[in-house]
């Protein structure tokens, strides 16, 4: 069982002031393995507690990023899964699958994680799941109304990948759980 | 050399004292065992000569002090025991007075005193007053104290206290404090009489001497405050103004110390509370090296714990007027003491604060006092330097903060920036650190356009540069964390009512475009967002409200918000600016407001042409622009096509081939909209294709020619992926035939000799052909339309 939090455009300091007093309890140091991140965090400071979190960080460059080193997209295998990571704004149009399902076959990876739009989905095609965790903060996006403050956390075990979507709702955390399966063989 | 002389032959002298008490100890008990009246008076009296000495500092006479009592009380029980004696106690109290010396007379006096009491042949208050009256006969000061001391002793048991059994006729708990008071003041004079001993030079060691025999007179405040008939009334009748008086008198700066500390710790808070007045109208009288404000904050330390545990006796405060009665006793303090620094006199005020914050809470009039006191001691100085002050200063107030945990309630607090206002720049800045902190902390809403008028008021010193200070001086990191926390702090200022979130937003405004080139493109982002929150606040609400001038429209707003971005172009930060821009005009698109998207998107364009010149930056920048172009719907035909063709120049024209072909095939969506009233231009997008792929088959030769093989297929397998995109969508110039030949000719590329072989190209065409295969395998229409594609 390998725990992978996904989340990305908290957009500190431009759009929000910090991660939800309820989510920061719930990330606690020593309990995921690692963090994929979609980017647009967009300070120094939130790459430093995010790396307190969980020492092994990857991250994707939004367009809001005040480092500018972060990489366009990134691939890395957790177990059986190849994941990778964009910020989409380079992806257009803007939260089409299809053209993410372009990307994911680009990068040949299981699962795409993807952000931009800051609203959560999590959609399986041809080419393996497409998972966007939203805004960890909830903030403001051109792209979408009411933005809740969500993030995702995959649990990895074999050939199998639990998806949690935690999503704040009027001041209470829900959870959601999404299953997926990947056939054994790589995708030639 | 001296020193180490007379300390060696102290302890000479007081070992040749201890073997004299020893000596004549041993025939003390010979005659007490003996019942020898005679010779165990003979025997004491000479035990108790060695306590004569003028030779030994208190702390060494102490220890001869404690062999003589523990032989003293021996002689008491012996005295008890009129069988063993057979002298009758009247007779013993005069018998002993027949001792040569009087300190061992009077010693002796004593230890019959307390038999004499015991027995109660006479009134316990007689013997009392003859026994303190009599101890006048010794005028040294150590010896005196500790004589007394000793009568204080052994008395301690047989004062006639309510419910005691020496109470009795004539004799009440009156005597006995009179007794305890007498005793009292004459300790204090011979303690104070000490002070004028020594010679001046040795003022060090006489202070040390005074210090250690400090608990001997403090103790009779004690027992007073044992004494079970000593009430409230007594207490502030008799007690205490006999106790101020002796120690007003003394003019003694370390006995007055003392001993209204010592007032202070041994009677309870609520004698305090009523006799206030009294208390602090002492203080002025006192000798000026007197450490008046630590009394005083002991004092206010000791009614705030009292407030706190005792919550009941809240009512009591306010009717005895405490803080009033605290607040003008300080005053004067201050007045009186003219030489006082000023790092007292804030000490002295942040303890009445404290005290007020304890106290009285509720009461934000008293705590603007406190403040309004400050600012009127700080004035007429120079902005303050010295770091204690300042020091005492940001406690004064952090103080409010953390009480009321609500930086609204300090911000109504008159007085509270006009402290502010007299720290230097570096402090100020600090104590504005630590008013955002606060807010961030405890999550407070700022909601009013005055509320945060005052705030930022407060904060200037991290808005912009004060005189006398420039942004170069500052550590870049320090800088940075400021002001990413004066950003944080914008989204803590919110209104539910449109019209006042529109006042807040000019507010801040107003405050921030003072900032400077270095802080613009830290505040300016935060604002912008707020703006375009509250438009869409606005967007979605029901209608305009008819026939009313309203302030807050979304169209004013998007002219506000071209102000705000345009200042960007001082830092200049054409990059930030491109990036609001564009959000400012899928905003406007949203509030169906034409004119304004397509101004922003003529500033975006402006900026992207002059300003945009880092060919990595034009790559992001022109797919932000084709992105958010992409979803625009509220553009009529001419404005599109302007916008559309601008675009898609810019795209051909970035540095790099693979940039351009994906940016030109990325342009292929603004022709093609999915949703019902949406473009679908198949014919443009077949262009833009077709474009794209010229651009890639050119990139594919250049690399043929300066490195002599082929470059990976991957632009010619993403642009095949574009083509399957729109065929599916039913763009009917996308046919089967163009897919195929597509097909083709990457297979043909992938296999001819000069192709270097990519692992990543190659997957990425394999999964293409994947995808092709599981379209054509779901049957249907789907199924259908990819039949003719062979692969």
Avoid at chain 2, 274 to 293: F, H, N, R, W, Y
Avoid at chain 2, 355 to 364: A, E, K, S
Avoid at chain 2, 757 to 781: E, H, M, V, W
Wanted: charged share 25%; with cysteine.
């Amino acid at each position: 069982m390998v725990l992978v939090l996904a989340l990305g455009d908290l957009h500190i300091p431009h759009r929000a002031s910090d991660l939800p007093p309820k989510f920061k309890s719930m990330l606690v140091p020593g309990k995921i393995q690692h963090i994929i991140c979609t980017g647009n965090l967009s300070i120094k400071e939130v790459h430093d507690y995010l790396k307190t979190v969980c020492p092994d960080l990857h991250i994707a460059r939004g367009e809001y990023d005040e480092e500018i080193r972060y990489p366009e997209t990134k691939t890395l295998t957790i177990g059986q899964f190849k994941l990778g990571v964009c910020h989409g704004h380079q992806v257009i149009p803007w939260g089409d699958l299809d053209s993410l399902a372009m990307l994911q076959r680009q990068l040949d990876v299981d699962i795409l994680v993807t952000g931009h739009t800051h609203q959560f989905t999590a959609y399986k095609h041809e080419a393996g799941v497409v998972i966007n965790p939203g805004s960890a903060t909830g903030s403001y996006s051109s792209i979408t109304y009411d933005v809740n403050p969500s993030f995702v956390l995959m649990d990895i075990d074999g050939l199998r990948v639990v998806v949690y979507v935690y999503e704040l709702i009027d001041g209470e955390v829900k959870v959601d759980k999404i299953d997926f399966k990947k056939t054994t063989g790589s995708n030639t | 050399m001296m020193i180490s002389n007379g300390i060696e032959d102290e302890e000479k002298w007081l070992a040749e004292g201890i073997a004299g008490i020893q000596h004549n100890a041993f025939y003390l008990h010979r005659a007490l065992d003996s019942n020898n009246l005679r010779e165990a008076l003979k025997y004491s009296a000479l035990l108790l000569s060695e306590l004569r000495t003028s030779r030994l500092s208190p702390h060494k006479y102490y220890e001869l002090y404690m062999r003589a009592f523990d032989e003293l009380r021996r002689l008491e029980m012996f005295f008890k025991d009129e069988n063993r004696h057979g002298c009758s106690v009247v007779d013993l109290y005069e018998l002993v007075q027949h001792a040569g010396n009087i300190l061992p007379r009077l010693y002796l006096l004593c230890t019959v005193g307390s038999v004499y009491i015991k027995s109660k042949e006479a009134p316990a208050k007689d013997v009392l007053k003859d026994l303190v009256e009599m101890c006048r006969g010794v005028q040294h000061p150590v010896r005196g104290l500790f004589l007394r001391s000793y009568l204080a002793q052994i008395s301690r048991d047989e004062l006639p206290d309510i419910a005691s059994e020496y109470e009795g006729e004539g004799d009440t708990f009156m005597d006995a404090v009179e007794f305890v008071l007498q005793n009292f003041a004459e300790m204090n004079k011979l303690w104070v009489r000490m002070q004028h001993q020594g010679p001046l030079r040795e003022r060090e060691k006489l202070d040390k001497e005074r210090n250690e025999l400090r608990d001997l007179v403090g103790k009779n405040l004690h027992v007073l405050s044992q004494i079970e008939g000593v009430d409230l009334e007594i207490y502030r009748d008799t007690v205490l103004p006999r106790v101020l008086e002796q120690v007003v008198n003394c003019k003694d700066e370390l006995a007055q110390y003392y001993l209204m500390d010592c007032i202070i710790q041994v009677f309870p808070d609520e004698y305090h509370l009523q006799t206030l007045e009294t208390l602090l109208g002492a203080c002025p009288q006192l000798q000026s090296a007197v450490d008046i404000k630590t009394v005083l904050s002991r004092l206010m330390e000791r009614l705030s714990n009292y407030a706190a545990s005792s919550p009941e006796v809240l009512p009591e405060f306010l009717q005895v007027e405490a803080f009033t009665k605290l607040s003008n006793a300080i005053g004067k303090v201050i007045e009186a003491q003219v030489d006082m620094p000023i790092v007292g006199a804030i000490t002295l005020y942040v303890s009445l604060l404290t005290f007020t914050l304890h106290v009285h809470p509720d009461r934000l009039d008293y705590v603007d006092q406190v403040l309004g006191a400050c600012v009127k001691k700080l004035s007429g100085k120079a902005k303050l330097e010295d770091s204690r002050v300042t020091k005492q200063v940001v406690a004064l107030l952090s103080a409010p903060l953390d009480k009321y945990n609500d930086i609204v309630t300090a911000l109504t607090l008159s007085n509270y920036p006009r402290v502010m206002d007299h720290l230097d720049a570096a402090t100020n800045k600090v104590m504005a650190m630590v008013i955002i902190q606060s807010i961030m902390k405890n999550n407070t809403c700022v909601s009013t356009s005055d509320k945060v008028e005052v705030l930022f008021e407060l904060i200037k010193g991290l808005i912009k540069d004060i005189e006398g200070t420039s942004t170069d001086e500052l550590d870049e990191e320090d800088f940075k964390e400021e002001q990413n926390s004066v950003a944080r702090l914008m989204h803590m200022l919110y209104n539910d009512d449109p019209e006042e979130m529109l006042k807040i937003i000019n507010t801040v405004w107003k405050h921030i475009m003072a900032g400077g080139p270095k802080r613009l493109p830290f505040t300016v982002p935060p604002l912008v967002f707020s703006a375009l929150k509250l438009v869409r606040r606005l967007q979605v609400q029901d209608g305009d409200v008819a026939g009313e001038e309203v302030p807050a429209t979304p169209k004013k707003i998007f002219q506000l918000l071209n102000q705000i971005i345009e200042a960007l172009s001082v830092v200049p930060s054409p990059e930030l600016a491109l990036r609001l821009y564009l959000q400012c005009a899928e905003a406007a698109n949203d509030c169906d407001l034409e004119p304004v998207a397509y101004e922003f998107f003529t500033q975006a364009f402006v900026l992207y042409e002059e300003e945009v010149a880092d060919s990595k930056a034009q790559v992001t920048a022109i797919h932000l622009i084709i992105g958010t172009l992409q979803r625009m719907n509220v553009f009529g035909i001419e404005n599109r096509d302007t916008l559309t063709h601008k675009a898609t120049g810019y795209s051909a024209k970035l540095l790099k081939k693979p940039d351009q072909c994906r940016a030109v095939y990325a342009c292929s969506h603004l022709f093609w909209v999915d949703d019902q009233d949406g473009t679908k231009d198949g014919e443009r997008v077949l262009l833009c294709l077709k474009r794209s792929l010229r651009i890639a088959n050119a990139a594919q030769q250049m690399v043929n020619v300066t490195r002599g093989s082929s470059g990976p297929v991957t632009l010619f397998v993403e642009i095949l992926n574009k083509y399957l995109y729109f065929f599916e969508k039913g763009s009917p110039q996308i046919t089967g035939a163009a897919i195929q030949g597509l097909i083709e000719l990457i297979k043909t590329e992938m296999q001819s000799d000069s192709t270097t072989s990519n692992p990543a190209s190659d997957a990425f065409f394999a999964s293409t052909l994947r995808y092709i295969r599981f379209q054509k395998q779901k049957g249907g229409a789907m199924g259908e339309k990819y039949d003719p594609i062979k692969l």
